[in-house]
């Protein structure tokens, strides 16, 4: 089975969380997600997740601290999730690869049809904003 590492950025901003819809073109069309993307060869994480938010919405983001990691099946591929807190970012936010964005407090993130693979990570961030508010 193919492993694949993925970056996905969970973007604040005045106590909101950024979701972005991936669109019709893409896997899990239709459902909300934590951007990101795959790490190529010789990135860091880090690096990795500022690329495709550059790509992906043509900001330039502060990736500030890991949040957690989860791996997930998809068809023949074992998909290794990450994701990472960024605290702001400079630019005009674009959509390349979603056909919408919300900003929505964290809880209200389970309201919406998330990717499946973003969900422990969504929770994983709100234990620790919960564990230590003022973090946002």
């Not at 979701?19 to 990795?48: C, H, I, N, Y």
């Not at 400079?90 to 390349?96: C, K």
């Not at 990570?121 to 564990?131: D, F, P």
Request: charged share 25%; glycine share 8%.
């Amino acid at each position: 089975m193919k492993s694949v590492e993925v970056v996905a950025a969970i973007i604040e901003r005045d106590g909101h969380i950024l979701l972005a819809r991936r669109d019709g073109q893409s896997d899990l069309a239709g459902m909300w997600e934590f951007p990101g993307g795959k790490v190529e060869v010789g990135e860091t994480q880090r690096e990795a997740l500022f690329r495709e938010l550059s790509e992906e919405l043509n900001i330039h983001a502060q990736v500030e601290k890991w949040v957690a990691s989860n791996t997930w099946q998809q068809g023949e591929r074992l998909i290794e999730l990450h994701a990472w807190r960024v605290s702001g970012f400079n630019g005009n936010i674009a959509l390349r690869c979603h056909s919408e964005v919300r900003w929505v407090a964290p809880h209200e993130a389970f309201s919406f049809p998330l990717a499946p693979a973003d969900i422990p990570l969504l929770e994983a961030y709100i234990a620790q904003i919960t564990q230590r508010p003022g973090l946002i």
